[in-house]
């Protein structure tokens, strides 16, 4: 016997819902207006339910769900045309939104989604064999870099990523004529954490905040091999700068 599972999710308005659902190319299920409101959407094989609940505060909500695919940059580029096309711009703060697609620690690479009822729908593909979350690095800009990206992406506390990259980044090229300084970021790294930042202003202050941190990424030179292995995050500095200008 097969068995699916379909997420019932809580929204103050269904008609909210489904417009933003449609909007992404995802097919209307289930329509009921009263005695309780409730709807249901499809796409391929996602399949989520809402009812209706008028004082609930999306802004509060920890509603989530999981999905697992096998073309998760397939989903996130579709989802960021549709939106974009929906609202004139691709909304990353506030509700809805959507988030960066990025490879996390734990094995996947993923991208967070969220509705106008405040749900987190996690869209991610396997790209380990185990899920369990690694050592923590030891090296000073490793650890940060590591530690700023789950704050962020895990927990949604963009302002203590901004304050772990902050202290990371404080003396960055150590302490002149100290034999015992300590040594600098790679290039890399550098990059990686200053666009990190330039999310996390993004997300705390707005589009615009973000701009001072790009400009401190675009000067750091990377070879072919680093462009390469950065390839997301240049991507994600593209669409910083676009959604700042």
Same mark, same amino acid.
């Given at each position: ?5 379909? &997420? ?8 909210? !819902?489904?417009? #933003?659902?449609?909007? $992404?190319? #995802? ?9 309780? &409101? ?6 391929? *094989? ?12 999306? /802004? ?7 999905? !697992?695919?096998?073309?998760? @940059? =397939? $989903?996130?580029?579709? #989802? ?7 609202? +004139? ?9 959507? *988030?960066?697609?990025? @490879?996390?620690?734990? +094995? ?8 106008? =009822? =405040? ?30 990206? $789950?704050?962020?992406?895990?927990? *949604? ?6 304050? %772990?990259?902050?202290?990371? $980044?404080?003396?960055?090229?150590? %302490?002149? =004529?100290?034999?015992?300084? &300590?040594?600098?970021?790679?290039? !890399?790294?550098? #990059? ?7 999310? /996390?202003?993004?997300?705390?202050? *707005? ?26 995050? !240049? ?11």
């Amino acid at each position: 016997m097969a068995e699916t599972v379909i &997420p019932i999710l809580p929204c103050p308005s269904i008609d909210e !819902l489904l417009d #933003f659902y449609r909007a $992404l190319g #995802f097919e209307e299920t289930a329509y009921q207006k009263s005695p309780n &409101p409730y709807c249901g959407v499809r796409l391929r *094989g996602i399949e989520l339910q809402f009812f209706g609940m008028k004082s609930y505060d999306p /802004t509060t909500s920890y509603s989530t769900c999981y999905v !697992l695919t096998d073309d998760v @940059d =397939g $989903l996130h580029a579709a #989802f960021r045309a549709s939106l974009k096309a929906a609202y +004139g711009k691709v909304p990353t703060r506030g509700l809805p939104r959507i *988030g960066a697609l990025k @490879d996390m620690a734990y +094995g996947v690479r993923q991208f967070l989604m969220t509705d106008p =009822g =405040g749900n987190c729908i996690r869209i991610g593909q396997p790209i380990a064999d185990s899920f369990e979350y690694p050592a923590v690095p030891k090296e000073r800009y490793a650890r940060a870099l590591h530690q700023a990206t $789950l704050f962020a992406e895990s927990k *949604g506390d963009h302002a203590a990523a901004a304050r %772990v990259i902050d202290r990371a $980044l404080e003396n960055e090229r150590g %302490v002149p =004529g100290s034999e015992a300084a &300590p040594a600098g970021p790679t290039a !890399l790294q550098l #990059f990686q954490l200053l666009v990190l930042r330039a999310e /996390t202003a993004a997300q705390l202050d *707005g589009s615009t905040a973000a701009v001072p941190w790009l400009d401190r990424a675009d000067a750091v030179e990377l070879d072919a091999a680093e462009r390469e292995s950065a390839r997301d995050v !240049l991507r994600r500095a593209a669409e910083l700068r676009d959604a700042a200008s």
